[in-house]
């Protein structure tokens, strides 16, 4: 009697470890990305070079909340030397870049950048990732991926409401979301970086991550260091920039209180 009870434990136990092994790569097959990598600017001092290069990301897959970008430099003389908008850490040719705040949304290309050192050549990062899941690379297809997307709906011949209906609440709330509008105030400080400028509140609406908000745009002789100013502004989680320091809001108005 005790054979097939140990077959069956065995059938049992191998079950169990095909849908260990199949599971994870069912769920990494649903999530796509896209980067377009760019470099507007090179230069060579005589002992190494510099450039400053710009990464589009597409998120094809559900939109992310906490996400980081990976990627791998051809050369080891290549280098991030100071980067924008993401937290930078680099390992020999492996570069990560940790999101610091807002939503990679779906099919809405969100950009970044760095500034970087090389020695030898330059050539593009290859092996790009978001949460590990490889990205496709060079330009994006945006006719081929609008063709596809509108395929489904001329293909039901009668009223093809089903078809419409259900992308319809998807694109719709992208592109009308409303942008948050906040007020608050607080003692302005200058960043980190040269010509940065934060906001410590004092009242008002904090900002979602981090304690300071970063000013961007406004009237530069209200917003000097030391000022106690109320600012009215529209929360920027898209906005890509140069200071690293404090939470995007673009300035609406602001006035010395």
């Not at 470890?17 to 790569?25: D, K, M």
């Not at 100071?82 to 939503?103: D, E, I, K, L, P």
């Not at 960043?191 to 004092?202: A, H, I, M, R």
């Not at 030391?226 to 690293?244: K, L, N």
Request: aromatic share 8%.
């Amino acid at each position: 009697m005790k054979r097939p009870i140990a077959l069956i434990a065995a059938a049992l136990m191998a079950a169990g470890l095909a849908t260990a092994v199949t599971a994870p790569t069912a769920e990494a097959a649903t999530t796509g990305c896209h980067i377009t990598y760019t470099v507007p600017s090179q230069w060579w001092t005589g002992t190494q070079g510099g450039f400053q290069a710009n990464i589009t990301i597409t998120n094809f897959g559900p939109p992310l909340v906490n996400w980081t970008l990976g990627f791998d430099f051809v050369h080891p003389g290549q280098r991030v030397t100071q980067g924008w908008s993401m937290t930078w850490t680099q390992s020999g040719r492996h570069v990560t870049a940790t999101s610091m705040w807002g939503v990679l949304e779906t099919n809405k290309p969100f950009t970044i950048g760095f500034l970087g050192s090389w020695t030898t050549s330059n050539p593009a990062p290859t092996n790009f990732t978001i949460n590990g899941v490889p990205c496709s690379t060079g330009p994006l297809p945006t006719a081929t991926r609008t063709t596809a997307t509108a395929s489904p709906a001329p293909s039901s011949p009668a009223p093809s409401s089903p078809a419409p209906s259900s992308p319809a609440p998807t694109s719709a709330a992208l592109s009308t979301a409303p942008i948050p509008t906040v007020s608050v105030t607080g003692i302005v400080e200058a960043g980190v970086e040269s010509g940065c400028l934060v906001l410590n509140p004092v009242s008002g609406q904090l900002p979602p991550v981090t304690s300071q908000w970063l000013l961007i745009g406004g009237d530069r002789t209200i917003l000097v260091p030391g000022a106690r100013v109320q600012v009215i502004g529209r929360v920027r989680h898209d906005a890509a920039s140069y200071c690293q320091q404090g939470y995007p809001l673009e300035v609406l108005a602001a006035k010395v209180v």
